[in-house]
């Protein structure tokens, strides 16, 4: 098989089931510790696998542990532990200002050689919203959503990719003809830039999508139980891939329980709904409970149908959840040739192909930039 699956993991607190904290092979005492997730790092790492994404979901009511860290200071702190692998987060739009999401997700492409990648989350936690801003309208979210994207990638593209001289002969460090104020005035936001910083490594960290509105998005990772429904839905992103010139890698969302045998796999799935998990709430959104190698058939199925180009992977818990796909899933895949036995050499978006046309969201700004 010529194309390999793209493979992306999803981490927040104790796995991605209600209950799993109670696991006897959970560590919720360590979920408020950067070692815990250095170590789900360095286990994704050692499998190869191509994007680490920090879940913000943020639990309120006391009876989940959820992620309450920071996920991107906590993506960030990932970076000295980690070398191929990317990381990402979502952004709050709704309220955050563009400038500094701009300059700290340029600051972290450059820190970590390239491996950043974000979603624009367009309505946060209501708990987490209260602490700044009044609620918006659903309408006003998305609008602001819009804007704010906008406002972020003109600023990235504020300094030519060859701004930068550093010409110690000349004295002089960059072009200041390249670098150039974007001066956006919209409905939400009025920026002048230019950034501080120079572009990104990517040019812009990849973008993450998690549903078709978010369409644009470098990567969109959507949720679907039944193959022909998740081809139907693939066939149709890449018809307007074809109609817009756009470049989209597609994922699915699966929640793992893997088990050395099938009935193995399912006494951890009826152990867990004795926690609290109903598995009637995830079995449409993409639910497998087997073996590593019957999960390997339906990745294959999956990708030789055409439904997807990989997985967004969820493991019920962890992190027992990641070393299970660390150890038994991705050897399997790699046998077949469906996964890479090493990363690829380049950024996050040079390795998932996903390219960036020439012109796309220059700053509107005029003439040269010069700091008085």
Same mark, same amino acid.
């Given at each position: 098989m010529d194309k390999e699956l793209y493979l992306m993991v999803s981490l927040r607190g104790t796995g991605y089931v209600p209950g799993s904290w109670l696991h006897p092979h959970a560590s919720p005492d360590r979920t408020n510790s950067l070692a815990y997730y250095a170590d789900l790092a360095r286990t994704a790492e050692r499998g190869k696998l191509d994007l680490i994404y920090l879940?913000?979901?943020?639990?309120?009511?006391?009876?989940?542990?959820?992620?309450?860290?920071?996920?991107?200071?906590?993506?960030?702190?990932?970076?000295?532990?980690?070398?191929?692998?990317?990381?990402?987060?979502?952004?709050?739009?709704?309220?955050?200002?563009?400038? !500094? %999401?701009?300059?700290?997700? &340029?600051?972290? $492409?450059?820190?970590?050689?390239?491996?950043?990648?974000?979603? @624009? +989350?367009?309505?946060?936690?209501?708990?987490?919203?209260?602490?700044?801003?009044?609620?918006?309208?659903?309408?006003?979210?998305?609008?602001?959503?819009?804007?704010?994207?906008?406002?972020?990638?003109?600023?990235?593209?504020?300094?030519?990719?060859d701004a930068l001289l550093i010409d110690k002969a000349n004295g002089r460090f960059y072009d200041s003809a390249k670098v150039r104020r974007i001066n956006h005035a919209g409905r939400f936001f009025k920026v002048r830039g230019p950034l501080c910083i120079?572009?990104?490594?990517?040019?812009? !960290? %990849?973008?993450?999508?998690? &549903?078709?509105? $978010?369409?644009?998005?470098?990567?969109?990772?959507?949720?679907? @139980? +039944?193959?022909?429904?998740?081809?139907?839905?693939?066939?149709c992103i890449r018809e307007r891939d074809g109609q817009t010139g756009h470049q989209t890698v597609i994922l699915f969302n699966l929640l793992l329980i893997l088990g050395v045998t099938e009935?193995?796999?399912?006494?951890?799935?009826?152990?867990?709904?004795?926690?609290?998990?109903?598995?009637?709430?995830?079995?449409?959104?993409?639910?497998?409970?087997?073996?590593?190698?019957?999960l390997a058939d339906f990745m294959e199925e999956w990708m030789q149908s055409k439904a997807c180009d990989g997985f967004n992977l969820q493991p019920a818990v962890?992190?027992?959840?990641?070393?299970?796909?660390?150890d038994t899933l991705v050897p399997i895949l790699q046998r077949r040739s469906l996964f890479h036995t090493d990363y690829p050499q380049g950024t996050l978006r040079h390795k998932w192909d996903l390219e960036i046309k020439a012109g796309d969201t220059q700053p509107e700004g005029e003439g040269a930039y010069h700091e008085r």
């Open positions: 879940d913000s979901a943020y639990d309120a009511d006391g009876n989940e542990p959820g992620l309450r860290l920071d996920s991107w200071l906590l993506a960030s702190s990932l970076i000295s532990v980690t070398e191929h692998v990317g990381l990402g987060s979502s952004v709050a739009t709704d309220v955050l200002e563009p400038y !500094p %999401v701009a300059r700290s997700l &340029a600051v972290f $492409d450059h820190l970590s050689g390239g491996r950043a990648a974000w979603h @624009a +989350k367009a309505k946060e936690d209501i708990e987490l919203q209260r602490l700044y801003v009044p609620p918006l309208i659903e309408k006003e979210m998305y609008e602001r959503n819009v804007e704010f994207i906008q406002v972020v990638e003109q600023l990235w593209q504020s300094w030519d990719a120079p572009q990104p490594p990517q040019k812009h !960290p %990849v973008r993450l999508g998690f &549903a078709e509105s $978010d369409y644009g998005a470098d990567i969109l990772v959507l949720s679907e @139980a +039944k193959r022909e429904h998740a081809s139907e839905r693939y066939n009935k193995d796999a399912k006494d951890k799935a009826e152990e867990l709904r004795k926690w609290g998990w109903r598995m009637e709430d995830s079995e449409a959104k993409g639910l497998y409970i087997g073996t590593p190698e019957r962890l992190p027992s959840g990641l070393n299970e796909i660390v």
